[in-house]
Every structure is written in structure tokens, then in C-alpha cells.
């Protein structure tokens, strides 16, 4: 089946196997789930996906095309590229070093990586500031990608192919001016941070950073889908990713070859929607951190994300409020073609994770006005979060 409920009772999520819905397609809850998805695909996206879970059960579908030349249907247990939801494990990571006692929070980052931080910033920015988007450290991507300040896809193209080296992306953010001073706020969100973390797991470690990252969360996770690119393509089944660029490529290009090295441990992994449902139910149960370092995940200053809105974001973590619902805590993020989404709600009895495979598709003339495939997404979420179980 492409879609609906399956009942789980005694079994754990890693050894479900294929059963027999647990309720028929009449079932309002998967009709309006299943409609919702729909939605996202009518609305212009060409193909969408998303595994919901409400206590024992499970929902997943899809809906569209994988490849827009083909016709290649998109299934629910394909890989995709997952953007910034990277930072959630990179946190992690560090976290678990504070816990063994080799890393301070609040420690100045020019006490382990001096040549990068330099000087009185050195001495100033945290890790903690690091991991929330408080260290006044300025997003390297304009200047790697030097197009994007012109909404102009040429970088993308030339860049495709493109080895960069963390510290080479690193000094351009350094480099560039502050965005404020470290520790202010509200903190401004920058990648240029999560290449620092990740530079200093592999100071910590001796052990590249996607590596390290791999033994001490993805794995013992259990997340078997999921993990950081060897190479451009993305091995095993997974959608092509289709990049607008905020109307700048008409029609929508391919990106899903990629050369991830322009952001690693910023946005790099490739998961499955059935995997990021996993990690966010053992983050939020404890078995990834320690509960103590599960509250400091949880310590909320304002940010200012990359497309202008205010988020409450904590350590690789960020929390969204649903009036009348209650508090869900997980994330999102974008590379180039891809979206992806993943939200558990406070309790961990209710999570959605979606992916799509266009990104970037509202023009800047449209601003402000509504567009449908914001407004169908709205809906699914909705539906995912706060709809019947």
C-alpha cells in the first residue's frame, strides 16, 4: 500500500512489517490525511510525502511524481535530502561530549579552535551560542554562492560539482560583518555555525565529523536509512529535487545531484520521514541525551530564520506552538530542491514528517499575498498534528 493506518501493538517501529489496514479507507482520519496530501500535490509540488504517528498507529502516503519526466510515482519510504534537520543530530553530538566531560557549553570557542575564531570573538562566542544562533557569526552562503544576492541561479549550477572545505567556508562567515554581538539577541541563523560545530567534534573526536556523528547518534539510533552523502547522488530510491529559486528557475531544475560539501554538518543528511519520526521519539524519550542535556535543547531564545520569520529556537531544536494543541517541538529544512519537515508534539504521542521535492516557489512580487501551496501546506500539518487519530 501506498498509504493508510497500520496497527503496531507488540511490535517494535524497527520490525514492523506489512499488515492489514487497521481501519478501511472510510475511516474519516485517513480520507482527510490522505485528502490533505493531495492537497500539496494539487497545489503545485510534484510529489509529496509523510509518515504520521498517533500513539500506536501509523499513517503514511504520498502523493505525485518523483521524477516530473518520467512519471515516476514518489513513495512513502524514499530517501531525501533533509536540510537544516541535520543540525537536531550535530547537536546531539555536542551534547554528548559535554556529558563525558571533554566539552564545556558555555566554554569559549577559541579555546579549542583558535585559528578559526580568532582573537576577542574567540574569546567570546560560546558553543552554546554556536548551537543557538547567538555568536553574531554571519552566513557564508551569499559569499559562496555569490548569485543568491541577485536571486540568480548561476552558483548553483557552478557549484554542483564543487569539493569545498569546512574551514574555507568557515573564514567567509568569519570573516564577513557580525550580525550582532555574540550572546544578543534575537540571534540571527547562521550555517556558518554548524560548520564550527562540526569542526569542533572532529577537534574533540580525532574522527571526521559526519563520522562521529554516525557512531554516536544516527547508529545507535537505529536509523538505518539515514546518513551523510559519500558522493552527489543519493543511493538508494528517492525523488529528483526540483529548485524555483523564488521564481529565478522557470521551469524548476534538478538538483538532486549534489556535491553536499557546502554544508555538511549544517544541513547534509539523507533520512527517510519513517527515520525522522524514530529520532525525535527517542531524542524526546531520552535515549539520544541525557534529560539534562534534553532540557538545555530545550533553553528557547528568539532567532531570526533565514526566510525572516521569528522561531523560539533552542540547541538544534525549535518549538512551535498550535493554539487550542500544544506545543510541538522538532524542525525543518531546505537545500537546494528539497523541503523537509519533522514535528513531535510535547508528550510524544502525536509526530509528522513530511518531504516534498520543490522548494522556493513563491516569487518575490507575490509577497504577501497567499499562495496554495503555503495554504495546502497549512492544511496537512494541521490535519497531521491536530487532526482525529
Avoid at 519526466?69 to 534537520?85: H, K, L, N, Y
Avoid at 552566513?139 to 559562496?144: G, S
Avoid at 563520522?211 to 559519500?230: K, N, Q, W, Y
Avoid at 522561531?311 to 524542525?331: R, V
Amino acid at each position: 500500500m501506498r498509504d493508510g493506518w497500520r496497527a503496531i501493538r507488540g511490535l517494535s517501529a524497527e520490525r514492523m512489517v506489512d499488515m492489514e489496514p487497521l481501519v478501511t479507507e472510510e475511516n474519516t482520519a485517513a480520507k482527510n490525511l490522505k485528502s490533505a496530501l493531495d492537497g500539496v500535490h494539487l497545489a503545485g509540488v510534484p510529489g509529496v510525502f509523510a509518515e504520521i504517528r498517533a500513539g500506536e498507529r501509523i499513517w503514511r502516503g504520498a502523493a505525485g511524481v518523483a521524477d516530473l519526466e518520467t512519471g515516476r510515482p514518489v513513495e512513502a519510504g524514499m530517501r531525501q535530502r533533509v536540510g537544516s534537520i541535520t543540525k537536531t543530530s550535530v547537536s546531539a553530538a555536542v551534547l554528548r561530549q559535554v556529558e563525558e566531560g571533554r566539552l564545556g557549553l558555555d566554554a569559549p570557542i577559541g579555546d579549542y579552535l583558535p585559528q578559526l575564531v580568532p582573537g576577542e570573538r574567540g574569546r567570546t562566542i560560546t558553543v552554546r551560542m554556536l548551537l543557538n544562533h547567538t555568536s553574531g557569526l554571519a552566513e557564508y552562503l551569499p559569499y559562496a554562492f555569490p548569485s543568491l544576492k541577485e536571486l540568480a541561479p548561476g552558483s548553483l549550477d557552478d557549484n554542483r560539482f564543487r569539493r569545498f572545505r569546512p574551514v574555507e567556508l568557515i573564514a567567509m562567515g568569519v570573516g564577513a560583518p557580525a550580525t550582532g554581538e555574540p550572546g544578543s539577541t534575537p540571534g540571527i541563523y547562521s550555517n556558518t555555525n554548524y560548520l564550527l560545530l562540526g569542526e569542533l567534534l572532529e577537534h574533540l573526536t580525532g574522527t571526521p565529523a559526519e563520522e562521529h556523528i554516525s557512531r554516536a547518534v544516527i547508529d545507535p539510533a537505529g536509523l538505518a536509512s539515514t546518513g551523510f552523502p559519500a558522493g552527489p547522488p543519493i543511493v538508494g530510491p528517492h525523488p529528483r529535487m526540483y529548485e524555483a529559486l523564488f521564481g529565478a528557475i522557470d521551469p524548476p531544475r534538478d538538483y538532486s545531484v549534489y556535491n553536499m560539501s557546502w554544508v555538511m554538518t549544517g544541513a547534509g543528511l539523507i533520512s527517510t520521514v519513517a527515520d525522522l519520526n524514530r529520532f525525535y521519539r527517542k531524542l524526546l524519550d531520552g535515549e539520544i541525551v541525557k534529560p539534562s542535556s534534553l532540557a538545555e535543547m530545550q533553553r528557547l531564545v528568539p532567532v531570526i530564520a533565514q526566510d525572516g520569520r521569528t522561531i523560539d529556537y533552542g540547541l538544534g531544536l525549535y518549538k512551535t506552538e498550535i493554539p487550542g494543541h500544544g506545543t510541538f517541538w522538532g524542525h525543518d529544512g531546505t537545500v537546494w530542491g528539497a523541503l523537509t519537515m519533522s514535528w513531535i508534539s510535547a508528550d510524544g504521542g502525536r509526530q509528522f514528517s513530511a518531504a516534498m521535492n520543490l522548494v522556493r516557489w513563491r516569487k518575490p512580487d507575490a509577497e504577501g499575498a497567499p499562495h496554495p501551496i503555503d495554504d495546502a501546506l497549512a492544511t496537512l500539518k494541521h490535519q497531521a498534528l491536530c487532526g482525529p487519530a
